[in-house]
């Protein structure tokens, strides 16, 4: 017998950007945007809070702390529980069956929801960096007029950097949700996958602390886990710029490419796994 | 040497599939030793009671589920491949689809998943919503479809990209009787195409309608396999249907009978409730009702 002639179905970037629209979809259908505007509101009602403390020009790096602070707060919420209800519902909801009977690879459909939601996070990421621009802006404006003085060299805030630190947090979020599709692909459960998320979410945050603590320790074994552990979850405080956007020199821009380079390559990976893993999930 | 032409539609060999269930890994044989092969053209009905293995053969022919044991091919393209998906529509039982996406959205997305060319891909939308009846709620959300607009809606994404091979799960579940006879017409025109079908219901006298070849699971085994019309019929019988005749004329014709040897029963006809059903109830053009846009 000889192979029957086929036309093979080669993998589709076009039927990836489908699902992913879908996805994105989804999202804004579901009001997740409605609920993101209410959170900028907020940002934005706080930060006025704020104005009555009148601390001169370090109020100005106060806001873009508090700013991100905020932004990185809410987009990992966002993040976990956007990547693993998106998912989840295509399995609940059995749409994963239809669609995966369809020739489609999966490849496709995992990285085309990991794009959805990489969108979702990205329009929270430009929402927030835009309104908390605005909000320094402004705050600079009405100091500048106060304190001229503190303003000799002109206005001290670099927005083009505000952006940039927006983006890499973006980058970060989107490792957070790979790692979240991840585990989703593997996870039975909805609430297993956020809980999962929010672990890997402290261990990325926290990791360097164990890696310093770790370096004096004798034990070679311990150390060479600790070390191990450095490179299975990225540090996700080398993606936390937000205090050089302020004060003195800016940001290193070579640093920042390297930052987004080292983001972009943990997505790569995390994401080939998910898809390894999905590849054997039983729908 | 096989051409694609000349594969069956499906064909299974010694297809086997436990699935663990339970903590301590207990093992449980939802599919036992199954070969089956189903040529283009026909429709196929699988039976069986609940929990017999016919939805877990069709997720394996689908390459939903790998099988543990025994192969699988559709048009001779082993079914785990991608492009064994390439001439398959599918319809699952139960089926819930993207609530927020309205009919029309959700016939397209599946469209665009199918790479229908974009030329041609809106007319064949709309095309399909009006074969299986929807295009008065077309532009509804689907999360507000009854459970037979949604059987329906099935229907026209499984059908979309115009395939060779429909495979039905439960396609009549939670459908009203005239909306399981649409549905028979339709896969009764998808024969005349001369598409293959591949359909399980639980609704025989359906079946028995449509079907030309059906095979019977128990306990994931075929226990019967063979063309409706052998199966069914009671070759050395004839039913003769005559007017009342009045007690003595039947006694006579009783006894001309049992002259020649042959024995006669008398049965009172009765219309099937379904025929009855069909014939009262009006047959609304679209079951979408009056609501929606067109
Ligand atoms: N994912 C699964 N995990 C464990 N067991 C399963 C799974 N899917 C099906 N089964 C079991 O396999 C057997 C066959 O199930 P299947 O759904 O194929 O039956 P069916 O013939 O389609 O029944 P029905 O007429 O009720 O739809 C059942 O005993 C079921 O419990
Ligand atoms: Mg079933």
């Known amino acids: 017998m000889n192979a029957p002639t086929r036309t093979g179905v080669p993998f589709s970037f076009g039927r990836l950007l489908v699902v992913a629209q879908n996805t994105f979809l989804e999202a804004v259908r579901q009001k997740l945007f409605a609920l993101l505007l209410l959170l900028a509101i907020g940002l934005g009602a706080s930060a006025q809070l704020f104005r009555e403390f009148n601390f001169g020009s370090s109020e100005l790096k106060f806001i873009a702390d508090f700013g991100f602070g905020a932004m990185i707060f809410f987009g990992s919420t966002l993040t976990i529980a956007a990547t693993a209800q998106l998912f989840f519902s295509e399995i609940e909801n059995r749409t994963a069956l239809t669609i995966l009977a369809k020739p489609i690879w999966r490849t496709e459909f995992i990285f085309g929801k990991f794009l959805g939601v990489f969108a979702v996070v990205g329009v929270f990421c430009a929402l927030t960096t835009l309104l908390l621009a605005g909000l320094l802006f402004a705050r600079e404006s009405a100091l500048m007029e106060a304190h001229p003085e503190a303003f000799e060299h002109g206005r001290i805030i670099h927005y083009a950097d505000v952006f940039v630190a927006g983006g890499l947090q973006w980058l970060k979020f989107g490792v957070l949700a790979a790692f979240t599709l991840l585990v989703a692909s593997y996870s039975n459960t909805n609430l297993f996958t956020v809980i999962m998320g929010f672990f890997v979410l402290v261990v990325c945050h926290l990791q360097y602390l164990a890696r310093d603590a770790y370096a004096q320790v004798a034990s070679v074994p311990l150390r060479l886990l600790v070390r191990l552990l450095g490179y299975v979850f990225p540090n996700f405080q080398v993606f936390n710029v937000a205090d050089q956007v302020g004060m003195g020199a800016g940001l290193n821009h070579l640093m920042a490419l390297r930052i987004g380079g080292y983001g972009l390559a943990y997505i790569a990976i995390i994401g080939v796994l998910a898809v390894y893993s999905f590849r054997n999930r039983e729908i | ?294």
């Open chain 2, 1 to 294: 040497m096989t051409t694609p032409t000349t594969a069956a539609a499906i064909e299974i060999r010694g297809l086997i599939k436990d699935f663990t269930v339970g903590l301590r890994g207990v093992k449980l044989r939802a599919v036992d030793g199954l070969s089956l092969r189903i040529p283009e053209g026909q429709v196929f009905g699988l039976l069986g009671p609940n929990g017999s293995g016919k939805s877990t053969t069709i997720k394996i022919i689908l390459g939903l589920l790998e099988p543990t044991l025994g192969e699988c091919r559709v048009f001779g393209v082993p079914s785990h491949q991608v492009d064994s998906r390439l001439n398959v529509g599918y319809l699952p039982e139960a089926p819930y689809f993207y609530r927020y996406l309205s009919g029309t959205e959700l016939v397209r997305f599946y469209a665009r998943i199918c790479g229908v060319p974009s030329e041609r891909r809106e007319a064949r939308v709309r095309e399909v919503i009006e074969w299986v009846g929807l295009a008065a709620a077309a532009s509804r959300r689907v999360g507000t479809y009854s459970k037979g607009m949604l059987q329906r809606i099935g229907l026209a994404q499984a059908l979309v990209h115009d395939p060779r091979l429909i495979i039905l799960d439960e396609p009549t579940a939670g459908v009203d009787p005239v909306g399981s006879a649409e549905i028979s017409e339709l896969i009764l025109r998808l024969k005349a195409q001369g598409k293959t079908v591949l359909i399980t219901s639980h609704l025989l006298a359906q079946i028995e309608d449509i079907c030309d070849h059906v095979a019977i699971l128990d306990h994931g085994r075929l226990i019967l396999e063979g063309r409706v019309a052998e199966l069914v019929g009671q070759k050395n019988r004839q039913a003769l249907i005559v007017d009342t005749l009045p007690p003595a004329e039947l006694e006579a014709l009783r006894a001309w009978l049992a002259e020649r040897g042959h024995a006669l029963s008398v049965e009172q006809p009765r219309a099937r409730l379904d025929q009855l059903f069909l014939s009262k109830v009006s047959r609304p053009g679209n079951a979408g009702g009056k609501e929606g846009g067109a």
